[in-house]
T-cell receptor
Framework: GQQLNQSPQSMFIQEGEDVSMNCTSS?????WLWYKQEPGEGPVLLIA?????ELTSNGRLTAQFGITRKDSFLNISASIPSDVGIYFC????????????FGGGTRVLVKP | ETGVTQSPTHLIKTRGQQVTLRCSSQ?????VSWYQQALGQGPQFIFQ???????GRGNFPPRFSGLQFPNYSSELNVNALELDDSALYLC?????????????FGSGTQLSVL
């Protein structure tokens, strides 16, 4: 089962809004990653975080590596319709052979 | 530069059959990983291949097996298919063993088991 818990599971956005999502775990991770997946495609890497407290941006996206190393956050500023998709957090733990573990995803939809 | 390509894109099988999925890694990448993504869930790690050998395995039974070829392409084989094997199977390549933060994913093979 999933070791990473993402919330919310889904959210509606209105153009121009800022949105946030997070990912938590009971285990410490050495690297946190955020991916976006669109229908019919594989996940695409958005941001990689390598040390506790790190704050990294990629355009309108900003992600943070939690101080406890057990959580991470992703913010999207001034959302636009093409931000729709499923956002996954993923973590790497050296203790687990450095293999990637994914969260369950946050589905971002546009408000009707 | 060629990305990760997977074939076929869609496949329908019946319970008990065997299936082979194929993956060509991105140019310059020598490590291939396979993931299973059930509907509405995140990808689950199946196994990774490096230098034609299995290099780490997730919580999947032995009827899930794989191969990596000298050109770094890979196959995923699943025997005795079960209904719960219905999922999107994703292949990802990376430029070296241990560089799992640099995975590039293909578009996947959608497998339906009836």
């Amino acid at each position: 089962g999933q070791q990473l818990n993402q919330s919310p599971q889904s959210m509606f956005i209105q153009e121009g809004e800022d949105v946030s999502m997070n990912c938590t775990s009971s285990s410490i991770f050495n690297t946190w990653l955020w991916y976006k997946q669109e229908p019919g495609e594989g996940p695409v890497l958005l941001i990689a975080l390598y040390k506790a407290g790190e704050l990294t941006s990629n355009g309108r996206l900003t992600a943070q590596f939690g101080i406890t190393r057990k959580d991470s956050f992703l913010n999207i500023s001034a959302s636009i319709p093409s931000d729709v998709g499923i956002y996954f957090c993923a973590g790497l733990r050296r203790a687990a052979g450095n293999k990637l573990t994914f969260g369950g995803g946050t589905r971002v939809l546009v408000k009707p | 530069e060629t990305g990760v390509t997977q074939s076929p894109t869609h496949l329908i099988k019946t319970r008990g059959q065997q299936v082979t999925l194929r993956c060509s890694s991105q140019s310059g990448h020598n490590t291939v990983s396979w993931y299973q993504q059930a509907l509405g869930q995140g990808p689950q790690f199946i196994f990774q291949y490096y230098r034609e050998e299995e290099n780490g395995r997730g919580n999947f039974p032995p009827r899930f097996s794989g191969l990596q070829f000298p050109n770094y392409s890979s196959e995923l084989n699943v025997n005795a298919l079960e209904l719960d094997d219905s999922a999107l199977y994703l292949c990802a390549s990376s430029p070296g063993e241990g560089l799992n933060e640099k995975l590039f994913f293909g578009s996947g093979t959608q497998l339906s088991v009836l």
